[in-house]
């Protein structure tokens, strides 16, 4: 759900988690998502133990981006000290969306580009990471988070990341996917990918970008 200006810390999910979107009603036409807490501002010391799954089907009202996250869909301030221990999926065919989705947090809010907002961050070798989707606008897939705008420190990813597209991209619409952040615009420090990154563009032809520890 949604705790807005506070704090969340030392949540633990342990239960099986299936999530499914069929229509969109919100007038800003996002979407959060994830296996602890949908969006918070402060989120320390939580943990996601149960096996995640999450499907957005085509909606009457189209979404104008889907955050999605092992833990947290989205942050509006510091993630931290927080950790997946399971598989984390998501199957979306959502053509309309711009698309976050990490093992732990789709995206933070831009705070400063001397500030670090996903602290101490990690996923386990119990965990994996997949997309699977026929989306033909921006996608951003991370170990740790799917787009950062701030600085990241102290996060380790062991969590196989999977991305498979269902239908052929020709739209232009970059792709990022690496095994810590899909896009990192900000200072990175001290993070390490151990897991393997493998991506099914089912001959797409528009533009990805893949790192182990980056996409871009």
């Not at 998502?33 to 999450?54: E, H, K």
């Not at 009457?60 to 869909?73: D, E, F, R």
């Not at 533009?207 to 182990?212: E, K, M, R």
């Amino acid at each position: 759900g949604l705790a807005q200006n506070t704090s969340v810390s030392n949540l633990t999910n342990n239960a099986e988690t299936n999530l499914e979107v069929m229509g969109v009603t919100a007038k800003d036409k996002t979407v959060y998502m994830a296996g602890v807490i949908g969006c918070a501002s402060y989120i320390d010391g939580c943990q996601n133990n149960g096996a995640t799954t999450m499907t957005v089907r085509p909606c009457s009202i189209a979404i104008a981006t889907l955050y999605t996250g092992g833990v947290v869909g989205y942050g509006n301030v510091e993630v931290k000290n927080s950790t997946l221990n399971a598989p984390y999926g998501l199957t979306t065919d959502s053509n309309g969306a711009s698309l976050r989705c990490a093992g732990i947090v789709g995206q933070v809010k831009t705070i400063s580009a001397t500030v670090s907002t996903v602290i101490n961050c990690h996923t386990t070798d119990k965990a994996s990471v997949s997309l699977v989707t026929s989306n033909k606008k921006a996608n951003y897939i991370g170990g740790i988070i799917a787009c950062c705008n701030n600085g990241l420190q102290d996060c380790t990813n062991r969590a196989p990341i999977s991305v498979t597209f269902t239908e052929v991209n020709t739209s232009g619409s970059k792709t990022y996917i690496s095994g810590i952040a899909g896009l990192q615009k900000q200072n990175l420090k001290n993070c390490h990918n151990y897991a393997d990154i493998t991506a099914d563009l089912y001959n797409s032809t528009s533009p990805l970008y893949a790192g182990s520890l980056v996409g871009h």
